[in-house]
């Protein structure tokens, strides 16, 4: 992620998109080795906001919904969290 900061800063936007990128694999791995951990997949949701609001591809953004709805389902989404569904399902076109 830091790597992404740098590049944007620098100007790099490709560069910095592929150091995202190689985060979002880690982060996505993790996620799906652990899919009850709140934690990693909250920060899944949040890689792929970041992503979405980097190269304006709302994708991104229905991946986030889709991961927000199936903590909701499983009860593991934190109550001060539940306002990110709305701003997903504005985000996110199907």
């Known amino acids: 992620m830091e790597k992404y900061l740098v590049g944007r800063a620098q100007g790099d936007l490709p560069a910095a998109l592929t150091s995202f990128r190689a985060s979002l694999a880690i982060r996505e791995r993790l996620a799906k080795a652990d899919p009850g951990n709140a934690g990693w997949q909250r920060d899944l949701i949040v890689s792929y906001v970041k992503l979405s609001e ?29 306002w990110i569904i709305e701003e997903l399902k504005r985000r996110a076109v199907r």
Do not use: G, H
């Open 54 to 82: 980097a190269t304006n591809d709302s994708s991104y953004a229905a991946k986030a919904l889709d991961i927000a709805l199936e903590m909701q389902k499983r009860d593991t989404l934190a109550p001060s969290d539940t």
